[in-house]
T-cell receptor, first 114, second 114 residues
Framework: NAGVIQTPRHKVTGKGQEATLWCEPISGHSAVFWYRQTIVQGLEFLTYFRNQAPIDDSGMPKERFSAQMPNQSHSTLKIQSTQPQDSAVYLC????????????FGHGTKLSVL | QQKVQQSPESLSVPEGGMASLNCTSSDRNFQYFWWYRQHSGEGPKALMSIFSDGDKKEGRFTAHLNKASLHVSLHIRDSQPSDSALYFCAASEVPGTGSNRLTFGKGTKFSLIP
């Protein structure tokens, strides 16, 4: 089992450009989570899916961020019109179920907005 | 206000020594706690969970939970070089009371004194 796979590992965008981050959860896991990690804010919850359905997107900046899970094998996080404050490590995690289950995190995608 | 607060921010102990990390929640809905560890360049990895009052031991790691005070601690004995990492406390709500997402503290940076 390869674990949670995130691509790319590093992404550099110019201010105002779009960034799409990809996540492949562990096969058989029904829940997929997205978090953002910065030095100042720490690990911030963004959104999660259960059986591909969006359950909680309360952490998502509504205007420019969107997440989808078109099938059970991948999820995407899209950031439109990227801003320097979007620079962070974006972490994807999956779990077997959602209630009190351990999360398995990928290595993350480091997004740098110049 | 941060709903999950950790202390200290950083901690150094000699190899073979004992370390204690602390975590407190300000939200009574948070009843389930996890400890995660993150090595540089990787995603966080779950160390252990604790859902009931008292102690839970896994190898060199012991967690203690006091639900009345919403305080959880992690004790590391016989510290090894591989223990140097960022340690996160995370909490989730009682199932059925809200989202099952994990809320993380800002972490304790743990390192060994050479």
């Amino acid at each position: 089992n390869a674990g949670v796979i995130q691509t790319p590992r590093h992404k550099v965008t110019g201010k105002g450009q779009e960034a799409t981050l990809w996540c492949e959860p562990i096969s058989g896991h029904s829940a997929v989570f997205w978090y953002r990690q910065t030095i100042v804010q720490g690990l911030e919850f963004l959104t999660y899916f259960r059986n591909q359905a969006p359950i909680d997107d309360s952490g998502m900046p509504k205007e420019r961020f969107s997440a989808q899970m078109p099938n059970q094998s991948h999820s995407t996080l899209k950031i439109q019109s990227t801003q320097p404050q979007d620079s962070a490590v974006y972490l994807c995690a999956s779990s077997l179920r959602t209630e009190n289950e351990r999360l398995f995190f990928g290595h993350g995608t480091k997004l740098s907005v110049l | 206000q941060q709903k999950v607060q950790q202390s200290p921010e950083s901690l150094s102990v000699p190899e073979g020594g004992m370390a204690s990390l602390n975590c407190t929640s300000s939200d009574r809905n948070f009843q389930y706690f996890w400890w995660y560890r993150q090595h540089s360049g990787e995603g966080p990895k779950a160390l252990m969970s604790i859902f009931s009052d008292g102690d839970k031991k896994e190898g060199r790691f012991t967690a203690h939970l006091n639900k009345a005070s919403l305080h959880v601690s992690l004790h590391i004995r016989d510290s090894q070089p591989s223990d140097s990492a960022l340690y996160f406390c995370a909490a989730s709500e009682v199932p059925g009371t809200g989202s099952n997402r994990l809320t993380f503290g800002k972490g304790t940076k743990f390192s060994l004194i050479p």
